[in-house]
């Protein structure tokens, strides 16, 4: 089993970056492929990034495509979310996730076991 918690949300200004963060538990953790899912409002959660168990491969929703970079250290458990150019639109509670074997499912909800209780970004135009 894993155990998710995200770290990192926060007001910040349109324009500006945040870092978030997502500590896992378990001695697994290395084998697990990671993603980062949005959800605001009203709205339905929304894949943003993922990468995979080694690292070597990531995906991107085309909303943030080049203003976020998902990536992993493997030693401390933890992936990171940063977000650059940050938009208005980008507010929303954001998601860690782990999943096994479900790469093809990455963009989905549906290719994740694991979920943390998420963290608050909102960014002020």
């Known amino acids: 089993q894993v155990q998710l918690v995200e770290s990192g949300g926060g007001l910040v200004q349109a324009g500006g970056s945040l870092r978030l963060s997502c500590a896992a538990s378990?001695?697994?953790?290395?084998?697990?492929?990671m993603g980062w899912f949005r959800q605001a409002p009203g709205k339905e959660r929304e894949f943003v990034a993922a990468i995979t168990w080694s690292g070597g491969s990531t995906d991107y929703a085309d909303s943030v495509k080049g203003r976020v970079t998902i990536s992993r250290d493997n030693a401390k458990i933890t992936v990171y979310l940063q977000m650059n150019s940050l938009k208005p639109e980008d507010t929303a509670v954001y998601y860690c996730s782990a999943g096994r074997g479900r790469w093809s499912l990455r963009n989905s909800p549906l290719g994740y076991r694991y979920w943390g209780q998420g963290t608050q970004v909102t960014v002020s135009s």
């Open positions: 378990g001695s697994t953790f290395s084998m697990y492929d």
